[in-house]
C-alpha cells in the first residue's frame, strides 16, 4: 500500500512539476513580444513607443526591443517590473479565461503592472471594474498556461 500511494504521490508531483515549466507568450515567428514596442517606454512615457533592433534583450523567452540604450539598461536591471502582464496578451481576455491579442496602443499602468488590452473598446470594459478583472485574471492566467501553453 505504501509503494503504491508513493508511486501515485511521484506521478502528481512530476505532473505538477511538468505544467509549471509551460509557458505562454504572445510573440510572432522570431520570438519578438509587444510587436516590438518598448516595454519601459510605458512607464517612462506613458504611451506606446517602437523599439530599436540595436537594443534587445530576452527574457522569460521573449525578445524584447527598446528606443534607447537606456531602456534596455532599466529593462535588464529589473526585467519583471517591465514585463507586460499574462504573456503579453490581452488582460480583458484573461479575466474572462483565454487569450487574445493586443493592441500597442491599448494599454495601462495598474498597480504597477503593464496591462495590454485588444483594443480601446476593451480596455473600457477592462476599466469598469479594473481591479476586479485584474483579480479574475490573475486567477485565471495559470489554468490558461496550463491549457494553452507549451
Known amino acids: 500500500m505504501k509503494r503504491l500511494l508513493c508511486i501515485i504521490l511521484f506521478a502528481l508531483g512530476s505532473h505538477f512539476a511538468f505544467a509549471a ?3 505562454l507568450v504572445n510573440v510572432d ?3 519578438l ?3 516590438g514596442y518598448d516595454p519601459v517606454a510605458y512607464f517612462t512615457e506613458n504611451r ?3 523599439g530599436d533592433p540595436r537594443f534587445v534583450s530576452t527574457y522569460n523567452g521573449v525578445r524584447y526591443q527598446f528606443a534607447s540604450a537606456a531602456d534596455k539598461s532599466a529593462f535588464d536591471a529589473n ?3 517591465y514585463e507586460p502582464q499574462f504573456g503579453g496578451f490581452c488582460a480583458y ?3 474572462e479565461g483565454h487569450t487574445a491579442k493586443i493592441e500597442p496602443d491599448a494599454f495601462e ?3 504597477g503592472r503593464l496591462l495590454l488590452q485588444y483594443d480601446q473598446d476593451v480596455r473600457e470594459l477592462f476599466n469598469k471594474d479594473p481591479q476586479g478583472r485584474l ?3 490573475d486567477a485565471n492566467w495559470p489554468g490558461i498556461v496550463e491549457k494553452n501553453g507549451k
Open 109 to 111: 499602468i495598474l498597480n
Open 21 to 23: 515549466n509551460k509557458t
Open 93 to 95: 481576455a484573461a479575466s
Open 33 to 35: 513580444g509587444l510587436q
Open 135 to 137: 483579480k479574475k485574471a
Open 48 to 50: 506606446p513607443v517602437k
Open 79 to 81: 526585467p519583471s517590473k
Open 29 to 31: 515567428k522570431t520570438g
